[in-house]
């Protein structure tokens, strides 16, 4: 089994509908982020959690929202979904000590909005 | 601010050549330095990490990348490529005082022919 799992793995929906990506993991780490990966953009930072209680913005968070519902769990929501939030949604975890901090990737959610 | 820039979007190659991908990153405070690699249909992983002392960090698979910082430049290289080595490939950095934060490029696609 995948250390960090998103669900679902694939999504079409319609504009204007609510959508909400999941990630759990399994790796025991208190740090979860959501990703963007767009074609030539790379990947952008849109949500970052330290723990339970702390949820922040990153560089792209208009129109998404985020919900730590347990330290394993992380959703990302889009509240009325646009076509230009077709995109490949990333999860990621990190432990956050010391110098030695990777980040775990998800698989990836494809989204696509029409 | 850090940016990272990766010159080229796609690098074809044949197997058995070597491969440079081209990193420049810019920074005015001091940082670690990634490379990912995303294989289709999956999720970023690890391939090498410089976060201090050697300059020149071996990697799995083979790659290898050497940090240069009077040219602010992390190169990936690897001697012969397989046709496995197909996949897309992410330069990162992180700044040394913040523990969470990775900055990507743009990626870069290496596309290895028999």
């Known amino acids: 089994d995948a250390d960090v799992t998103q669900t679902p793995r694939n999504r079409i929906t319609k504009t204007g509908k609510r959508i909400m990506l999941e990630c759990s993991q399994t790796k025991g780490h208190d740090r979860m982020y959501w990703y963007r990966q767009d074609p030539g953009l790379g990947l952008r930072l849109i949500y970052y959690?330290?723990?339970?209680?702390?949820?922040n913005k990153g560089e792209i968070s208009d129109g998404y929202s985020v919900s730590r519902q347990a330290q394993a769990k992380f959703s990302l929501s889009l509240e009325s979904a646009i076509p230009n939030q077709t995109a490949l949604y990333f999860c990621a975890t990190s432990d956050g000590e010391g110098t030695n901090t990777e980040a775990f990737f998800g698989q990836g959610t494809r989204l696509t909005v029409v | 601010a850090q940016s990272v820039t990766q010159l080229d979007s796609q690098v074809p190659v044949f197997e058995e050549a070597p491969v440079e991908l081209r990193c420049n990153y810019s920074s005015s405070v001091s940082v670690y330095l990634f490379w990912y690699v995303q294989y289709p249909n999956q999720g970023l992983q690890l391939l090498l990490k410089y976060l201090s002392g050697s300059t020149l960090v071996k990697g799995i698979n083979g790659f290898e990348a050497e940090f240069n910082k009077s040219q602010t430049s992390f190169h990936l290289r690897k001697p012969s490529v397989h046709i496995s080595d197909t996949a897309e490939y992410f330069c990162?950095?992180?700044?040394?005082?913040?523990?969470?934060?990775?900055?990507f490029g743009s990626g870069t696609r290496l596309l290895v022919r028999p």
């Open positions: 959690s330290f723990d339970v209680k702390d949820i």
């Open positions: 990162a950095v992180r700044r040394m005082d913040s523990s969470y934060k990775l900055i």
